[in-house]
């Protein structure tokens, strides 16, 4: 029997998605049973990356099949999806659940440079967009798209923080490797404290950073409902302006319905 073909059934029976190790202890727990068919032992030492590989070709193999499903790969866990033009039948089979509210664009720039410069401070959030951030910081973690990662090595010992396997789910991204291209944003170094009664050092260039960070937004993004969690914190005067962000939820299987496992209800 295939490796493609086990592969197969297990995530067309599974109710949620599965990571190549998951999939690997099943093969080797299912190998190590006193009743295990003969079939069933050559798997049981196989690798990661050969299920890897295997569930690469699988998704490619369903794609030029053109069916109504595919196989996708997002937070490192592979599963069967609907593809969006199936939507208005799925919505009226299953139904549609209510979504928590979409993140303001304040939000989406605070998450983008968090997703890019992790591990990161709350400081250091706060000097590239020029705004008190404790308003949205504190809804990205009650939505479960950042977490605490621990203490920095510098003065105080402040927390830094950094993105959830949730944040990959609900932008559908395979991995971090996957975000778009926004080296400006990488690359930036916060300005040395400057002495009281000296002259301010000059800002950043925004107008530079904003072209760098809307070339790296996709070409199907659109601008994210400006409804603040918090109600104060603003657009940033600084690095990130308004509707920049490489963050979209437009193009996030998490924002639509369209694209739902066969057997599950659509996602939130």
């Known amino acids: 029997m295939e490796l493609r073909s086990i592969l197969e059934a297990l995530l067309f029976v599974s109710q949620k998605a599965l990571s190549p190790r998951e999939i690997k202890e099943v093969l ?21 990356g050969d299920i890897e590989a295997e569930l690469n070709a699988l998704a490619t193999q369903y794609e030029q099949a053109g ?38 664009q304040p939000a989406l720039e605070t998450l983008a ?35 605490e990662l621990g203490r920095a090595e510098t003065v105080g010992r402040p927390m830094t923080y950094g993105t959830t396997d949730l ?8 991995s971090l490797e996957d975000l778009p291209a926004a080296d400006e944003l990488r690359r930036w170094t916060p300005p040395a404290p400057v002495a009281a009664g000296s002259e301010s050092a000059p800002a950043a260039s925004n107008t530079e950073t904003s072209s760098s ?18 109600g104060t914190e603003g657009p940033s005067p600084q690095l990130l302006s308004p509707n920049t962000s490489p963050l ?11 694209m739902v496992a066969p057997s599950d209800p659509p996602r939130s």
């Open 28 to 48: 080797a727990q299912t190998a190590a049973a006193e009743d295990a068919p003969p079939e069933a032992r050559p798997w049981r030492k196989v690798s990661e």
């Open 67 to 104: 069916h109504s499903y595919r196989l996708v790969c997002v937070a490192g866990a592979w599963q069967f999806v609907s593809k969006p033009e199936f939507a208005p039948w799925i919505r009226t089979l299953v139904g549609v659940k209510a979504r928590p509210p979409r993140l303001s």
């Open 113 to 147: 440079i968090i997703a890019y410069r992790q591990p990161v401070t709350r400081a250091e959030i706060e000097q590239i967009r020029g705004v008190n951030v404790d308003g949205v910081m504190q809804t990205l973690l009650e939505r479960g798209l950042i977490q």
């Open 167 to 174: 944040f990959l789910e609900y932008f559908g991204l395979r």
């Open 213 to 230: 960070m809307a070339d790296a937004r996709p070409a199907s993004e659109a601008a994210a409902p400006e409804s603040s969690a918090s």
């Open 248 to 258: 979209s939820e437009s193009t996030s299987p998490a924002a639509s319905d369209s």
